[in-house]
């Protein structure tokens, strides 16, 4: 059962804040304002595997000040009791897309007919409302790579750095780039004289169109560059990926590559992609090359339990590639594509239900939460910022009801989440008194 308590009408959860300080992580003066400590019955370090027992953890300012078990609790701090818990850091989703939520009905899950029936501007409260869900479920940073309308996700990573409402970290790519078409089959008549992929997507074929679309999603909040490799019999070519690898390199940003073919992914391998989305193509040759130059492994293993969304047989491949991928020491994230509505569940709880396949594929538990944690942060570049529970890093944290290291079940039952140093939920119960506001409180746009 989901429990919402608004201090106010609905809408007004659009008027929220996420501190400045908190967004850019570490820099900049010492901290002030009210301290809040936290005592953590278990604080879980998913670096090492760790956990340590009756821990105290102290916030100022959006940050993590102190924490461990000799910490002492200054005598003005507002203290919040998590005794009972395990706290642990945020969780990673490194591949969503909250501005599309296609559906058995209208659209018999084809997300086509959703990017026709609805707009941008629809799509962009969808994403809102998702964020909200993702973070609920404790997902406090996703990577969201295209299929968000236009520049839907770019709007929600500003309205929330601005303050406008709470929600995760966005690590956003703006258009997906790709050739004519990009992942759409569509006649010529509605490519040509109606544009209908865009902007869907953004197409590039040629040198000089390569380097205007990744300028393009730089200029509209690109903060990752997102290619589809090989959407077409064609794709991209070693060198073509490589010029989206230097065109990006000049505005600091990585590239991620969609792959569907085993060919493609040779080619992103060969051209030193950031990482690899999606991971039907992949096998153990791949696979070692993959870890050999350090490429992230994006995998989406969608689990079977998501009845319609998988088959049998490609559940099958699926676990086996992952397991594959696990031995094979390939960099691994946790990461679901679940870009669609399951009836009952909230988009947080559709992300998480993503750790069946890692169970089934008998990945260690203290893995698994490594891949949800660390690892996302270094494939989305924050872990400097964000992410671990250590003074000067931004105050982003969850705690379970359970251990998730005797258990990764224990992550369908998110108790609390502090975001940025406030309380988004406590008890189960998402609260966002403490958000709101009647304006954008961060005038200056913090660095993600």
């Known amino acids: 059962m989901r429990r919402f308590v608004w201090s106010s009408p609905l809408l007004a959860a659009a008027l929220a804040i996420a501190p400045l300080a908190a967004q850019g992580g570490g820099a900049g003066a010492p901290p002030t304002g009210p301290i809040t400590a936290i005592r953590a019955g278990r604080l879980i370090d998913p670096e090492n595997g ?3 027992r009756n821990a105290v953890i102290l916030v100022q300012g959006g940050r993590f000040t102190a924490v461990g078990t000799d910490v002492a609790v200054p005598t003005a701090a507002k203290v919040i009791d998590l005794s009972k818990l395990t706290v642990m850091p945020g969780l990673v989703d490194s591949h969503n897309h909250l501005a599309l939520t296609y559906k058995e009905d209208p659209e018999r899950n084809d997300y086509y007919i959703t990017y026709i029936k609805e707009s941008s501007e629809l799509r962009a409260i969808q994403a809102a409302s998702n964020g ?7 997902f406090t940073i996703v990577r969201d790579l295209g299929n ?4 839907a996700d770019v709007a929600l990573r500003q309205a929330i750095e601005a303050g406008w409402l709470p929600g995760p970290t966005m690590v956003t790519s703006g258009l997906i780039i ?3 078409g990009g992942q759409f089959s569509p006649t010529p008549t509605m490519a040509l004289d109606h544009n209908i992929v865009y902007p869907e997507y953004l197409e590039a074929d040629t040198h000089d169109e390569i380097i205007k679309a990744v300028r393009q999603n730089a200029l509209f909040g690109a903060r990752v560059i997102k290619i589809c490799v090989d959407c077409k019999r064609w794709g991209y070519s070693t060198e073509e990926i490589q010029l989206f690898i230097s065109e990006a390199a000049k505005a600091g940003l990585k590239v991620a590559g969609h792959v569907q073919t085993a060919a493609g992914a040779q080619r992103a ?8 989305e999606h991971a039907s193509a992949l096998n153990d040759t791949l696979h070692k090359k993959m870890a050999a130059k350090g490429i992230w492994r994006v995998g989406t293993e969608t689990p079977i339990t998501l009845v319609g969304h998988t088959s049998a047989a490609a559940y099958q491949r699926t676990v086996a590639g992952l397991k594959n991928a696990y031995e094979n020491k390939v960099p691994l994230t946790y990461s679901t594509d679940a870009d669609y509505y399951v009836p009952g569940k909230t988009r947080g709880e559709v992300a998480i239900e993503f750790i069946k396949t890692w169970q089934d594929a008998g990945v260690p538990n203290a893995e698994v939460l490594k891949a ?3 690892n996302g942060y270094k494939v989305s570049e924050l872990e400097t910022r964000r992410g671990p529970i ?11 009801s359970e251990n998730p290291l005797e258990s990764l079940d224990a992550l369908r039952d998110v108790q609390f989440v502090l975001k940025d140093g406030l309380v988004y939920k406590q008890g189960g119960v998402i609260l966002v008194g403490e958000f709101l ?6 005038i200056r746009r913090a660095a993600v």
């Open 148 to 151: 968000n309308a236009n520049y």
């Open 132 to 138: 909200l869900q993702m973070l609920s479920g404790g």
């Open 437 to 442: 506001h009647g304006g954008p409180q961060n």
């Open 50 to 52: 760790s956990v340590t």
């Open 178 to 180: 790709g050739g004519m």
């Open 269 to 276: 391998i060969d051209a030193g992609i950031w990482s690899i």
């Open 390 to 400: 250590k003074p000067g890093m931004a105050a982003d944290l969850i705690a379970l």
């Open 372 to 374: 949800l944690t660390i």
